[in-house]
């Protein structure tokens, strides 16, 4: 079935650092891909989404794109702030359904 | 309302206890769908209904789990005497369409299990 790996955290950063978390996945058909992210003590938020090959998405300063011939879509930002602490999470849809990753804790100290 | 609403927000239960968990999706969303979230880990897919109509309880993991949405709006989920391994976070969304529509999620309800 289809699924998702990504980078295990957690992940600690220092403010204006460049982020890079990896996620590669295995799908049969042609997947939607996206980033949420899960801000403590809140719910999970659609952070970006690319729906076909070499489509890039971005939000906030985050991009990510996808790349269908190394079956990736990693989540990058050029210069990360302390309100970019979360727990990040990568995830597929081919259909209705979300398929996500283990998630991975991001912790940007001043 | 402007989110989607899960209450409660906690809940502690004992072992053998039978618990329901409610879903409030946003106005207007035909679609609706149940996540577990184990500690440390992603959501998993539960069951998911569109309207009224229940098409997909794969991922329920066991007879003791049930779900529904009588009316296509307000959903419930329940699940009959409760295990200790039925503590987690479960994640409501709603959505207007499937997945490419981009889910909404509810702030989730944390079931420990003692």
């Known amino acids: 079935g289809d699924s998702v790996t990504q980078m295990e955290g957690p992940v600690t950063l220092s403010e204006e650092a460049f982020l890079t978390i990896n996620c590669t996945y295995t799908a049969t058909g042609y997947p939607s891909l996206f980033w949420y992210v899960q801000y403590p003590g809140e719910g999970l938020q659609l952070l970006l989404k690319?729906?076909?090959?070499?489509d890039k998405g971005s939000n906030k300063g985050f991009e990510a794109t996808y790349r269908k011939e190394t079956t990736s879509f990693h989540l990058e930002k050029g210069s990360v702030q302390v309100s970019d602490s979360a727990v990040y999470f990568c995830?597929?849809?081919?259909?209705?359904?979300?398929?996500f990753g283990t998630g991975t804790r991001l912790t940007i100290i001043p | 309302g402007a989110g989607v609403s899960q209450s409660p927000r906690y809940k502690v239960a004992k072992r053998g206890q039978d618990v329901a968990l409610r879903c409030d999706p946003i106005?207007?969303?035909?679609?609706l769908f149940w996540y577990q979230q184990a500690l440390g880990q992603g959501p998993e897919f539960l069951t998911y209904?569109?309207?009224?109509?229940?098409?997909?309880k794969s991922g329920l993991p066991s007879d003791r789990f049930f779900a529904e949405r009588p009316e296509g709006s307000v959903s419930t989920l329940k699940i009959q005497r409760t295990q200790q391994e039925d503590s987690a976070v479960y994640l409501c969304?709603?959505?207007?369409?499937?997945?490419?529509?981009?889910?909404?999620f509810g702030s989730g309800t944390r079931l420990t299990v003692v």
């Open positions: 106005s207007g969303h035909v679609s």
């Open positions: 690319a729906t076909k090959a070499d």
């Open positions: 969304a709603s959505s207007l369409g499937g997945a490419s529509y981009g889910y909404t």
């Open positions: 209904f569109q309207n009224e109509a229940q098409l997909d």
């Open positions: 995830a597929l849809s081919d259909g209705p359904l979300l398929t």
